[in-house]
């Protein structure tokens, strides 16, 4: 009986998260025409923070909890689902174009926050100690964090020609569909989350493979499905910008939060993951030169899926 519940609730959840996503793009479209934003500055910020609200909650809940595995494995585990499986879906849904500062600025910044991820949490390598992201590290995080909210706010600014497939919505329209959309996002995040966690564990999964797979993937649903919409709706820059924003805010602004609240002991085994994450994040930057220029091609979004269902393989290999 427990399971039948929560399979409809995970049911239920999905559904939430599918009208929450078409809400949150028609909304952030019409504000980013209103105040002459571009799109991907809204995919970076307002998009992307939204859609990562559900990381937020179940990171600081795992932090109060003193429970590094899951606040590290959710973050590592959903940026690399944001990249192979979220663009790997959207880019098969149409091909995403993007700006040429995009690929020079933005998607070297996350990769950025990947190497710091790294280099910070490998204490043990470099001065001999235990490995933990300290509370002086979520300090560095967050003000890495600052320094792209800096750099955000200085390329806002542009001209934005009306197009007349975004709709024009009024102040109360717009504000409401993406309170609402934000709203719907977190919780059909929640009940996907917590509903996916009982599932596995009723069928004997361990933490850390939850961790990683089913909370990094439900976490991560509001960001598949913003970014789907958007790339059905032809909007790719906000469906690149939600992608690659989230990834920035995941590292910078949640670990950075969740390692202040508690230090986060860094499992030796976690390496590999943050690896993967690199390699995902270097791999993205490369397909923008391959194929068509500027461009997430379909056989390049298809090779991120089947390179996703390779790590799976390797973490159930793995224990």
Do not use: C
């Not at 909304?27 to 939204?50: C, D, R």
């Not at 996350?110 to 100690?129: K, P, Q």
């Not at 800096?150 to 329209?173: A, C, G, H, R, W």
Request: no cysteine; hydrophobic share 55%.
């Amino acid at each position: 009986m427990e399971l039948v519940l929560a399979i409809l609730l995970l049911i239920i959840g999905l559904s939430l998260l599918i009208k929450g996503a078409d809400w949150l793009v028609e909304g952030s479209s019409a504000l980013a025409v209103k105040f002459a934003v571009s799109e991907m500055v809204i995919g970076l910020t307002i998009v992307s923070f939204g859609t990562s609200t559900p990381e937020l909650i179940v990171n600081v809940l795992a932090s109060q909890r003193q429970d590094a595995d899951i606040a590290l494995g959710n973050v590592i585990g959903s940026n690399i689902v944001n990249i192979l499986v979220i663009l790997g879906i959207a880019g098969t849904i149409q091909h995403i174009t993007i700006q040429k500062n995009t690929i020079w600025r933005e998607i070297p910044f996350s990769l950025m926050a990947a190497l710091a991820l790294l280099i910070l949490a490998n204490d043990m390598i470099l001065n001999g100690m235990d490995n933990v992201v300290t509370r002086g590290d979520g300090i560095i995080l967050l003000l890495f964090f600052v320094i792209f909210l800096t750099y955000t706010f200085l390329i806002s600014k542009v001209d934005v020609q009306d197009s007349p497939e975004i709709k024009k919505l009024s102040n109360f329209k717009m504000a409401l569909f993406i309170f609402l959309g934000l709203i719907l996002l977190f919780a059909g995040g929640r009940l996907v989350v917590d509903n996916a966690m009982t599932i596995a564990r009723l069928i004997g999964l361990s933490e850390q493979f939850i961790a990683l797979t089913i909370v990094a993937v439900g976490t991560s649903l509001p960001e598949l499905f913003t970014s789907a919409v958007a790339a059905y709706k032809g909007k790719s820059d906000i469906a690149m910008g939600n992608v690659v924003g989230s990834n920035i805010f995941n590292i910078f602004f949640i670990l950075g939060i969740s390692a202040l609240i508690h230090p986060l002991d860094f499992k030796g085994s976690f390496n590999a993951d943050v690896l993967m994450l690199i390699l995902a994040s270097g791999l993205l930057f490369f397909t923008m030169f391959t194929g068509r220029k500027r461009t997430l091609d379909r056989w390049e979004a298809i090779m991120f899926i089947i390179i996703y269902m390779g790590y799976i393989i390797f973490l159930i290999y793995r224990g």
